[in-house]
Nanobody, 115 residues
Framework: QVGLVESGGGLVQPGGSLRLSCTAS????????MGWYRQGPGKQREPVAG???????NYTDAVKGRLTIWVHDAKNTVYLQMNALKVEDTAVYYC?????????WGQGTQVIVSS
């Protein structure tokens, strides 16, 4: 069983930045198509960014130009750099593989954007 662990969330003012991290026990993350997802208050979980094995990244329109996903091979970690954060980015952020079957979801990391 893969254990996904997300970290790096916190409280930040609008316009601020955060860097989220995702690690997975027992898997080499660069071998998988990985994604970051989020679930805002009262909303369903949605994808925000994805990266395929080999490095090509894609983003939803809501975050394009502000969020960057990448994989650090040596640290076996998937990162999500979040800049120019907006109030509507407030959510619990999760990582997982993009292709089915997904792994068991981790606890996520809470991001709160508020003044």
């Amino acid at each position: 069983q893969v254990g996904l662990v997300e970290s790096g969330g916190g409280l930040v003012q609008p316009g601020g930045s955060l860097r989220l991290s995702c690690t997975a026990s027992g898997r080499v993350l660069s071998a998988y198509h990985m994604g970051w997802y989020r679930q805002g208050p009262g909303k369903q979980r949605e994808p925000v960014a994805g990266i395929i094995a080999g490095g090509k990244a894609n983003y939803t329109d809501a975050v394009k130009g502000r969020l960057t996903i990448w994989v650090h091979d040596a640290k076996n970690t998937v990162y999500l750099q979040m800049n120019a954060l907006k109030v509507e980015d407030t959510a619990v952020y999760y990582c997982n593989r993009i292709m089915a079957p997904t792994w068991t979801w981790g606890q996520g990391t809470q991001v709160i954007v508020s003044s």
